[in-house]
């Protein structure tokens, strides 16, 4: 395998849409997590496999890109991304009526475009025999996106070339006294890890990588590259592989120095940890933005209802706590730290699928992804010294950047950022005076009962049974309290391609809290300890049945806070975002009655708004001191009540000229000028039928 570098420069504007539209653009561009816009792998390997069938060259077709419903293609490559944030313009076209050069009613359409001049990067990963096929494709293919019959999308390939990978930070042959690698794995195109063996127009995904995808990805590339015994080792049980979860976009590159990776540690969100509901009632005559209550979720820290204690005082909360998220995970960068609450971001992407020999035409769909760039962390245990070496051994292409792993659906690239050792932990230590046991899954449990149906709660009898232990020893030990969910869990035979019957699991974060004797609850710990490495119940070998002892007292929930940064919801639709940005702005606003600004006034606001933030928000201000009061009784009041709303909070960042401000600042700078741009508009637009009315 070979991994090579290709730069593309746009010799005429180019569209490559995300199937969606806002405002008055009709057909937007797509766009990667940062906002620029991409060029999708799948339509590149699309046109160059056609270009290779056009020539008469199906076999080097289906040796690079695969066939329908059959093998994987020996080309993995990420997708054309801009290499600096483009100039976009707009096109609009017309159709005409038949004859004439009248234009047809109803058919004006405004696209999104890339101008000419931009460049496209992406890098590919390939073995050396089909190099001379794929330059033949690159020859052939002189245009990308939509329209190219019309001469859109004219590209000029400007390097082509084989290039190493960045070096790894890796020190995985020196690791022979301890059995855990652990592996730092970064996404370098979207993911798409479906959830469901039948996926229906949506394809739902998974947000992190389950530890058989891992081992399985692992194997294949080895496979792929001719390394059969080192396949085997990975897909025997000699290697015990964790989940890779994802981390916080705050952990992105650049990576900081030294070992401090090491020390990171990521967990699903405790089922037990609830939140209260946002939100909390406020003044009607007033904005929902001038109340003095602040969200938790808005908050630094996180208001937390711990259930497994809660529960216990017999007290029912007035309302029902919200529980976590599937995608929330907790997030420490070293012992005894702050533990981060963050969503791992998923964005909706639209295909269309391309229509097969039998089908007139394609079917449109849409799946989930993980943006690119999204950082992984997975642990990899070893029994045996000896497997520990050779599995190391073989990972030597991966760790060179000489190949990548393939993820997911249609086998998008990962690769290994860094790879260590990590230094080998004792046992948890027993306290034998205990006598309560808080028990936290970290990953997915699979568990059978006596008459072998699949398990969906996790009695002392049965928990027992799966540590090892006589079902006598805790015959007085009893679950308090317990928050358990249960998931299925899908997958294909991979030698007959089906979906297997899916498996009954325990949710990672079901959490449980034990209770029983001294003496019984020292032996149930003891066996439990003895398993912390290994897991509880079937198929631990692929990362199900990790577990946390006492995760109440490692993740006290005054040491959680919420994340301040976000993953940037990439992709398509930006200026819908805004739109629906300025009518939450327009309906906060509503409620001020007559004392909304006038038309005038967000003119003359519309054509500051090019001046820079600084000028936006001096006359935003002082558009908030121009508003309020008014002829109605008791004016004098409503002025100071509204005035009070509108100005007294400016501390809080209540106001309306800081909420507006400080809702689009935390954007991309590169969209902030839009951001405003649409927002005024809208508003200005809502403004103006108010009165024409």
Not at 197 to 202: A, H
């Given at each position: 395998?070979?991994?090579?570098?290709?730069?593309?420069?746009?010799?005429?504007?180019?569209?490559?849409?995300?199937?969606?539209?806002?405002?008055?653009?009709?057909?937007?561009?797509?766009?990667?997590?940062?906002?620029?816009?991409?060029?999708?792998?799948?339509?590149?390997?699309?046109?160059?496999?056609?270009?290779?069938?056009?020539?008469?060259?199906?076999?080097?077709?289906?040796?690079?890109?695969?066939?329908?419903?059959?093998?994987?293609?020996?080309?993995?490559?990420?997708?054309?991304?801009?290499?600096?944030?483009?100039?976009?313009?707009?096109?609009?076209?017309?159709?005409?009526?038949?004859?004439?050069?009248?234009?047809?009613?109803?058919?004006?359409?405004?696209?999104?475009?890339?101008?000419?001049?931009?460049?496209?990067?992406?890098?590919?990963?390939?073995?050396?025999?089909?190099?001379?096929?794929?330059?033949?494709?690159?020859?052939?293919?002189?245009?990308?996106?939509?329209?190219?019959?019309?001469?859109?999308?004219?590209?000029?390939?400007?390097?082509?070339?084989?290039?190493?990978?960045?070096?790894?930070?890796?020190?995985?042959?020196?690791?022979?006294?301890?059995?855990?690698?652990?592996?730092?794995?970064?996404?370098?195109?979207?993911?798409?890890?479906?959830?469901?063996?039948?996926?229906?127009?949506?394809?739902?995904?998974?947000?992190?990588?389950?530890?058989?995808?891992?081992?399985?990805?692992?194997?294949?590339?080895?496979?792929?590259?001719?390394?059969?015994?080192?396949?085997?080792?990975?897909?025997?049980?000699?290697?015990?592989?964790?989940?890779?979860?994802?981390?916080?976009?705050?952990?992105?590159?650049?990576?900081?120095?030294?070992?401090?990776?090491?020390?990171?540690?990521?967990?699903?969100?405790?089922?037990?940890?609830?939140?209260?509901?946002?939100?909390?009632p406020w003044d009607p005559k007033l904005p929902w933005w001038a109340s003095a209550t602040v969200s938790p979720n808005t908050a630094s820290g996180v208001d937390i209802v711990d259930r497994l204690v809660d529960d216990k005082s017999g007290e029912k909360p007035k309302e029902k706590p919200k529980r976590p998220g599937d995608r929330?995970?907790?997030?420490?960068?070293?012992?005894?730290?702050?533990?981060?609450?963050?969503?791992?971001?998923?964005?909706?992407?639209?295909?269309?699928?391309?229509?097969?020999?039998?089908?007139?035409?394609?079917a449109l769909f849409s799946q989930e992804e993980l943006p690119e760039k999204t950082l992984f962390l997975a642990d990899i245990r070893f029994d045996d010294p000896a497997d520990a070496t050779a599995c190391v051994a073989t990972l030597a292409p991966l760790l060179t950047g000489e190949r990548c792993l393939e993820v997911g659906r249609g086998g998008s690239p990962v690769s290994i950022v860094r790879a260590?050792?990590?230094?080998?932990?004792?046992?948890?230590?027993?306290?034998?005076?205990?006598?309560?046991?808080?028990?936290?899954?970290?990953?997915?449990?699979?568990?059978?009962?006596?008459?072998?149906?699949?398990?969906?709660?996790?009695?002392?009898?049965?928990?027992?049974?799966?540590?090892?232990?006589?079902?006598?020893?805790?015959?007085?030990?009893?679950?308090?309290?317990?928050?358990?969910?249960?998931?299925?869990?899908?997958?294909?035979?991979?030698?007959?391609?089906?979906?297997?019957?899916?498996?009954?699991?325990?949710?990672?974060?079901?959490?449980?809290?034990?209770?029983?004797?001294?003496?019984?609850?020292?032996?149930?710990?003891?066996?439990?300890?003895?398993?912390?490495?290994?897991?509880?119940?079937?198929?631990?070998?692929?990362?199900?049945?990790?577990?946390?002892?006492?995760?109440?007292?490692?993740?006290?929930?005054?040491?959680?806070?919420?994340?301040?940064?976000?993953?940037?919801?990439?992709?398509?639709?930006?200026?819908?975002?805004?739109?629906?940005?300025?009518?939450?702005?327009?309906?906060?606003?509503?409620?001020?009655?007559?004392?909304?600004?006038?038309?005038?006034?967000?003119?003359?606001?519309?054509?500051?708004?090019?001046?820079?933030?600084?000028?936006?928000?001096?006359?935003?201000?002082?558009?908030?001191?121009?508003?309020?009061?008014?002829?109605?009784?008791?004016?004098?009041?409503?002025?100071?009540?509204?005035?009070?709303?509108?100005?007294?909070?400016?501390?809080?960042?209540?106001?309306?000229?800081?909420?507006?401000?400080?809702?689009?600042?935390?954007?991309?700078?590169?969209?902030?000028?839009?951001?405003?741009?649409?927002?005024?508009?809208?508003?200005?637009?809502?403004?103006?039928?108010?009165?024409?009315?």
């Amino acid at each position: 395998m070979k991994r090579f570098t290709l730069s593309i420069s746009l010799l005429e504007d180019l569209h490559t849409g995300s199937g969606t539209g806002a405002g008055d653009v009709d057909a937007l561009l797509a766009r990667d997590r940062l906002g620029r816009p991409v060029i999708r792998a799948s339509h590149v390997m699309g046109v160059w496999a056609q270009a290779l069938r056009d020539a008469g060259r199906d076999q080097d077709a289906e040796d690079l890109f695969g066939a329908p419903g059959g093998r994987r293609g020996a080309l993995a490559m990420t997708s054309l991304y801009a290499a600096q944030y483009p100039v976009t313009i707009t096109w609009s076209s017309t159709a005409r009526e038949e004859g004439s050069r009248v234009p047809r009613e109803d058919t004006l359409r405004t696209r999104e475009f890339v101008a000419a001049g931009t460049r496209f990067d992406a890098v590919l990963w390939f073995p050396e025999e089909h190099k001379n096929a794929l330059r033949f494709a690159l020859a052939r293919s002189d245009a990308l996106g939509a329209r190219r019959q019309r001469g859109d999308g004219l590209i000029g390939v400007t390097c082509f070339k084989e290039q190493a990978a960045p070096p790894v930070d890796c020190n995985a042959a020196s690791g022979a006294d301890s059995q855990v690698l652990r592996l730092l794995l970064r996404a370098d195109d979207p993911i798409c890890l479906p959830v469901t063996g039948v996926p229906g127009n949506i394809i739902a995904s998974e947000v992190y990588i389950r530890g058989q995808q891992l081992a399985g990805a692992i194997a294949g590339a080895l496979f792929r590259s001719g390394d059969l015994q080192g396949a085997a080792l990975w897909l025997g049980d000699g290697a015990s592989v964790s989940n890779a979860l994802p981390l916080p976009e705050h952990s992105l590159e650049p990576f900081p120095g030294g070992e401090e990776w090491r020390a990171w540690r990521v967990l699903p969100v405790p089922l037990a940890y609830q939140r209260p509901k946002p939100g909390a009632p406020w003044d009607p005559k007033l904005p929902w933005w001038a109340s003095a209550t602040v969200s938790p979720n808005t908050a630094s820290g996180v208001d937390i209802v711990d259930r497994l204690v809660d529960d216990k005082s017999g007290e029912k909360p007035k309302e029902k706590p919200k529980r976590p998220g599937d995608r929330e995970f907790l997030f420490q960068t070293e012992p005894g730290g702050i533990w981060t609450l963050y969503d791992s971001s998923l964005v909706m992407r639209l295909r269309n699928a391309v229509p097969r020999d039998s089908e007139d035409v394609g079917a449109l769909f849409s799946q989930e992804e993980l943006p690119e760039k999204t950082l992984f962390l997975a642990d990899i245990r070893f029994d045996d010294p000896a497997d520990a070496t050779a599995c190391v051994a073989t990972l030597a292409p991966l760790l060179t950047g000489e190949r990548c792993l393939e993820v997911g659906r249609g086998g998008s690239p990962v690769s290994i950022v860094r790879a260590g050792w990590l230094a080998e932990t004792s046992a948890p230590q027993v306290n034998e005076d205990s006598k309560c046991l808080d028990l936290l899954l970290c990953s997915d449990m699979i568990a059978r009962t006596a008459n072998l149906a699949f398990a969906e709660s996790l009695d002392p009898s049965l928990l027992a049974e799966l540590c090892g232990l006589p079902i006598g020893a805790v015959n007085e030990v009893k679950v308090e309290t317990a928050v358990i969910d249960s998931v299925d869990i899908n997958g294909f035979n991979a030698v007959t391609g089906l979906p297997k019957l899916p498996a009954i699991a325990l949710r990672r974060g079901s959490s449980l809290r034990y209770s029983g004797p001294t003496e019984s609850m020292l032996a149930l710990r003891v066996a439990l300890s003895a398993r912390c490495g290994t897991g509880l119940g079937e198929r631990t070998h692929e990362g199900y049945g990790r577990f946390l002892m006492d995760f109440r007292q490692q993740v006290p929930t005054d040491t959680i806070e919420r994340s301040a940064i976000q993953v940037s919801q990439a992709g398509a639709n930006h200026l819908e975002d805004d739109i629906a940005q300025a009518e939450q702005t327009w309906n906060a606003m509503a409620k001020l009655g007559s004392k909304l600004p006038r038309l005038t006034q967000w003119q003359k606001l519309r054509s500051a708004a090019a001046l820079g933030d600084k000028a936006l928000l001096n006359n935003l201000s002082r558009l908030v001191d121009e508003t309020g009061g008014g002829n109605e009784p008791g004016g004098d009041d409503i002025r100071r009540k509204y005035r009070a709303a509108w100005l007294e909070k400016i501390e809080d960042q209540q106001s309306l000229a800081p909420w507006l401000y400080g809702k689009v600042n935390s954007w991309p700078a590169g969209r902030r000028s839009a951001i405003f741009r649409q927002l005024l508009r809208f508003i200005g637009l809502n403004q103006g039928d108010k009165e024409n009315n």
